[in-house]
């Protein structure tokens, strides 16, 4: 009975740990039967562990036990989540620390017991052992909502090789550690003479990766931040020159069709009739500028109109740019700029031509701003997907500055980002 006992505590140990990194990530399909087939995988595991740690192995054939360890970790990782091999890898050394550091702590809290006078019982006895896997699950659940919570970025880890190969550093030390403290137990040294620097090492370690991480993420965020102020700046100088840009098509727009009137007195034959109306309608279709009632809006939505009859994309508008009047127009250019270009991307992927479609609704509800984006859903790529995502974090940030929401809605095959603008103060 003790020994199936302590079989199910290293289980519970590892399986506690790995769930408490997965479950905040991105899983993939089927994560439940790939979770339950890695707890078939650790039974075995955890016997092999249970007969490394028990004393009867070398250091060699322990530390080949533990390489074996982390890369089940490490594998089963990267088959439940949707991590890449470096950050499968990178999670595995947290799995593995988290597991040994509960063990640890166990014997930490059994010894303080002992030395304020408790009645000693063995470690391996039926009541220690169940105390031991209440305990292990618990901290399991402690992890899995402090610090396995925080560590991800939008349910993943970016991992590069500096990081990896600190981590992996950071890994090994701690196993030395934890070699070297049952070693010393196991040749009689008195607990609280190896315990202290062992466990005061192992703490070290498993901080100094914490904070690697959170410096890692912020160094991170500091690129993306500085990536997003660029676009943001660029695409609010970029009003003038598009604005420039619609007035002179307008013009030569107007004039084209000023000299099509006056080819049409001339009373052409057929064929040259049919080419002037086919002329006329391509300036005609160039010529379509937006009339919102508001000038940068309608710069936008002509310049994008443009774009999206090159690339055979319908864009159905209904927009009142009046609600809009409050917004500054170097913000209110970079907000639908980012907006459309988001939609027209992902509009210009799909195949189907009754998908290149894209809606868009500004109107004012109860003194509100309200618009409306609906296009195709982004397919997942990461070149795309990194773009799109600045592009929406541009006009998350332009609506906060203002003081409205916004929230991104899929709806099966379709996208939705919905925004709402107080009115400004002075009404």
Known sequence: MDSILSLAVCAAGICGAQLAYWLPLKKRDRFRLRALLDLIMVIPLSRLMVFGNSGCLDALLLLVIYAVYFTCAAVSTHLCTRLDWAASAYCSVWIVLTSESVYELWRVLIWTAEALGMRHLSLYSTPMLLGQLGFTVVCCIVVRFTVARTMPEDGTYHIGPRQL??????????????????????????????????????????????????????????????????????QRKQYQIARQNVQIINRKCHELKVQIADLRRLQPDAAASQSLDEAEQAARMYDANAATGNEVLDVV?????LLCEAQRIRLNCVADGTCLAAIEPGDLYALFSNLLDQAIDTAAQQRDTDRRMIDLLVCRRQGFAVVNVIGPHPAEQPDHGRRHSYELKVARRIVHKYSGSMATEPRGALFAVKIVLPPPKAE
Not at 176 to 186: G, K, M, V, Y
Request: glycine share 6%; proline share 3%.
């Open 301 to 305: 939505l002509t310049e994008k109109s």
């Open 165 to 234: 190969g600190s981590a992996g550093l950071m890994g090994v030390m701690f196993v030395f550690q934890f070699f070297a403290l049952q070693t010393s137990l196991r040749i009689g040294l008195h607990p609280s003479a190896v315990v202290a620097p062992s466990l005061l090492t192992q703490f070290y370690c498993v901080t100094l990766l914490y904070l690697q991480t959170e410096l890692f993420k912020k160094a991170a965020l500091q690129k993306e931040m500085d990536a997003l102020n660029l676009l943001y700046d660029r």
